[in-house]
């Protein structure tokens, strides 16, 4: 489908689904839908699975937005106590249009428990309470964390399509296919190959270009390419013996954490700040938490140039910004009040970042080590990162690397056949029914 065509479907109140390869536009297309909502004076709330990617766009992660916070599923009861916060219930009253990007990375307990809590605030049976929901992303991806899942066995994935609430929204699929990221016919042929399940070809095409292509002969002199690895533990060493060698002073910053010691310990795990961060003069690093006004979001990269008064970084982002980093708060709240706080500089070392970290991320280049992969998905993620094959430096990878999800290759032959329906429908409307229903839609909403 074009992107047009998706459009047109966005704008007549359908809840949609885009998906489609990397580089095919779902962003590009999400950022213009949101545009023309908010010109019409539209309240769209914008969210995201992760915190990166929700930064994408300017938005927050859904988790956060619903009231949801770590919980991955409830009961009539907790989602009526979520609405009791007023903060919450008018927030999702005021909605209308929700959109979810990475979707593929929600989990089917997690979407019933959005819906749920959608219904209770809007006082409606409708699927999330009559918002139009508009969903964004690519199964190929790396699929939702499951303790419960069999080692090897991708059937047993459950995506966010298994949801009931999800059956029952009659979601209209957008496959976009059109190719705007990378003019690298080459790179999008492999990626196509491990999108199609032919890892033998992939691999074979692969081999060959790194074999014929100078891998970053002139353009890597000087400059720190981004290392992604799949395990933390890879990353960690490589950040480390990479400050190891830079003779500067060291600066030492210790997190603080206050309130419940449990809530406060997972807080820990998911904001990402190490517990213990050094940093010298020198050192590559990337932000971890969104301050606009400061000027910088969650991904964004930069190198330590100098420390300020009362040992405050000071850091020059890749786009030439100078940013004093000062501590940042993450908390946990119920009923206006803090459950749980931590306090650590919003930094992370970067010379190397984790595969699953990546996702959202262009890069121009990249040291690549997919010798680990230990799940599908990995090594499509991390290649199709790159703008160019010109930019890989490949050190390492397994035959796992060439594989996807078994059950995502067979829910992607279905989207493809039911987008193809929804382009078919479309082009049997003439122009003048499809700018009426939008022009319908838009009264409803405003």
């Not at 298994?162 to 059109?178: F, G, H, T």
Request: net charge positive; proline share 3%; with cysteine.
């Amino acid at each position: 489908m074009k992107q047009s065509e998706a459009l047109d479907i966005l704008k007549s109140g359908y809840n949609t689904f885009l998906t489609g390869p990397p580089g095919s536009g779902k962003t590009f297309l999400l950022n213009k839908y949101i545009e023309y909502l908010k010109k019409n004076n539209v309240i769209v709330s914008v969210t995201a699975s992760t915190g990166i990617a929700a930064t994408h766009m300017g938005g927050t992660t859904l988790h956060s937005w619903s009231g949801l916070g770590i919980k991955e599923k409830i009961d009539n009861a907790e989602a009526r106590k979520i609405c009791e916060k007023g903060y919450v219930r008018g927030r999702i009253k005021n909605t209308g249009v929700l959109i979810i990007d990475e979707i593929s990375m929600i989990k089917p307990t997690q979407f019933e428990a959005v819906n749920k809590i959608c219904q209770f605030a809007r006082r409606s049976l409708k699927p999330f309470g009559g918002i139009q929901i508009v969903c964004s992303g690519d199964f190929f991806q790396l699929p939702p964390v499951e303790k419960e899942r069999p080692i090897n066995d991708s059937s047993a994935t459950r995506f966010v399509n298994d949801a009931e609430s999800w059956k029952q929204m009659e979601m209209k699929i957008c496959y976009l296919d059109e190719q705007h990221r990378t003019k690298d016919k080459k790179l999008h042929n492999i990626l196509n190959h491990i999108r199609d399940n032919k890892a033998e070809k992939s691999k074979e095409l692969l081999f060959k270009e790194i074999e014929k292509t100078p891998q970053l002969s002139s353009l890597a002199r000087g400059k720190v390419f981004t290392k992604l690895y799949t395990h933390n533990i890879d990353v960690d060493s490589i950040n480390y013996s990479e400050l190891a060698k830079i003779k500067n002073k060291e600066y030492y910053y210790q997190m603080i954490s206050r309130g419940n010691p449990i809530v406060a310990e997972i807080l820990k795990k998911s904001c990402l700040a190490p517990e213990r961060l050094i940093l010298k003069e020198g050192a590559e690093v990337m932000f971890i938490k969104n301050n606009f006004e400061a000027g910088y979001v969650n991904g964004t990269q930069g190198k330590v140039i100098g420390f300020a008064a009362g040992d405050l970084p000071v850091v020059r982002t890749e786009d030439g910004k100078k940013i004093t980093v000062t501590y940042a708060d993450w908390l946990i709240e119920e009923e206006n009040l803090i459950v749980a706080a931590i306090t650590q500089m919003p930094l992370r070392l970067a010379w190397a970042i984790t595969v699953h970290k990546s996702q959202g991320m262009n890069l121009n280049s990249a040291e690549i080590d997919l010798s680990k992969c230990f799940l599908e998905g990995m090594g499509y993620v991390a290649l199709s990162r790159l703008r160019s094959l010109k930019g890989l430096k490949l050190v390492g990878i397994n035959n796992l690397a060439f594989c996807v999800n078994k059950r995502a290759i067979e829910i992607d032959n279905d989207f493809k056949k039911m987008s193809k329906k929804t382009s078919s429908e479309l082009k049997k409307m003439s122009g003048l029914d499809v700018n009426k229903r939008q022009k319908l839609f838009l009264k409803f909403l405003q």
